[in-house]
């Protein structure tokens, strides 16, 4: 609730006998408070309702009007703050993990990351493939659960070096976002696949 009328003036008129007007926030409706004297605009004030999840910043205009006809309108700024410490859109965080040629790995790619106010949606989180490996799902049993979603990485045969994919997280609101995780797939022992020839010298 805002005091609006608090630094205004109806001038030498006096005010007029009513209450004053107001218009609408982009998100956020402004209901106007009469204080019990609906004829008398000096003790209104305005109360501000932010839409469900919203967060930011917006505003809304005012008028007053003397008991002349005349009117003048100011501007309300209104700010509002993520709901406690956390906003309500997800957050998905960068991962890496390493692992061996010719070997899968499963990454909780979860661990680090935050579905926000909101909560998770129901179904599973989202993942690109690799340009050198597979990503597969794994949803833990729980497939209207993603928070306990892992995914797993199987490097092409043969393949080492680096690769990468993406995720998405989504949450009850339809918010997303998305992260990449990178993976080192390290050679296969002390040696690669790939023959190399050593040139030689002879003497006859």
């Known amino acids: 609730t805002i005091t609006v009328l608090a630094n205004d003036n109806f001038g030498g008129d ?12 982009a998100n956020g409706t402004v209901t106007i408070n009469d204080g019990g004297t609906p004829n008398d605009p000096t003790d209104d004030t305005v109360t501000y309702t932010p839409n469900a999840n919203f967060n930011g910043s917006d505003s809304f205009t005012y008028t007053i009007t003397d008991s002349n006809g005349d009117t003048s309108t100011a501007t309300v700024s209104v700010t509002v703050t993520p709901d406690g410490a956390s906003v309500d859109t997800p957050t998905a965080v960068n991962d890496t ?20 106010g909101d909560g998770p949606n129901t179904g599973t989180i989202q993942v690109t493939q690799g340009a ?12 209207n659960d993603p928070t306990d979603d892992t995914v797993t990485y199987t490097p092409n045969a043969n393949f080492n070096g680096s690769d990468s994919f993406t ?3 989504t949450d009850s609101n339809g918010d997303t976002s998305t992260a990449t995780v990178s993976v080192t797939v390290t050679p296969d022992g002390a040696s690669v696949d790939t023959p190399t020839a050593v040139n030689d010298t002879a003497t006859t």
């Not at 006096?14 to 926030?25: E, L």
């Not at 993990?97 to 926000?116: C, H, M, S, W």
Request: glycine share 14%.
């Open 14 to 25: 006096g005010p007029n006998t009513g209450t004053i007007q107001v218009t609408q926030g």
């Open 97 to 116: 993990a390493t692992t061996a040629e010719d070997t899968p790995t499963t990454i909780t790619v979860l661990a680090n990351d935050n579905f926000g």
């Open 132 to 143: 050198n490996g597979t990503v597969t799902i794994n949803d833990g049993g729980t497939p």
């Open 167 to 169: 995720y998405t997280i």
